[in-house]
């Protein structure tokens, strides 16, 4: 089973990325994915996730909230899930990962039991 984030990359301010990840091996099509993101000496944060069964999805609500500006999104067809990025500020900077198979908490980690290698996403002011 492999998960195979991509898309990250350096952006301005304001701008948009699209991450994906694909994966193979299995299909996720029953299975919680989320994204998850670390920046530099920072611990790995919640960004979002999204449910198998009606496409409920969930976006972190921190202080520095992606609320509103991050979205979600899956292709069971493809087994490939999306992470649509606008307004990006310096503080998204991060690298970015992709996880599958939740058994708990979507906003929990540990709760993944797949993970992808990470993207670079780099927003300069």
């Known amino acids: 089973v492999q998960l195979q984030a991509s898309g990250g990359g350096l952006v301005q301010a304001r701008g948009s990325l699209r991450l994906s990840c694909a994966a193979s091996g299995r299909t996720f099509s029953r299975d919680t994915m989320g994204w998850f993101r670390q920046a530099p000496g920072k611990e790995r944060e919640f960004v979002a996730a999204?449910?198998?069964?009606?496409?409920?999805?969930?976006?972190?609500d921190s202080a520095d909230s992606v609320k509103g500006r991050f979205t979600i999104s899956r292709d069971n067809a493809k087994n490939t899930l999306y992470l649509q990025m606008n307004s990006l500020k310096p503080e998204d900077t991060a690298v970015y990962y992709c996880?599958?198979?939740?058994?708990?908490?979507?906003?929990?980690?540990?709760?993944?039991?797949?993970w992808g290698q990470g993207t670079q996403v780099t927003v300069s002011s």
């Open positions: 999204i449910t198998w069964s009606y496409g409920n999805t969930y976006v972190a």
């Open positions: 996880a599958a198979d939740a058994s708990g908490p979507y906003y929990y980690g540990r709760n993944y039991r797949y």
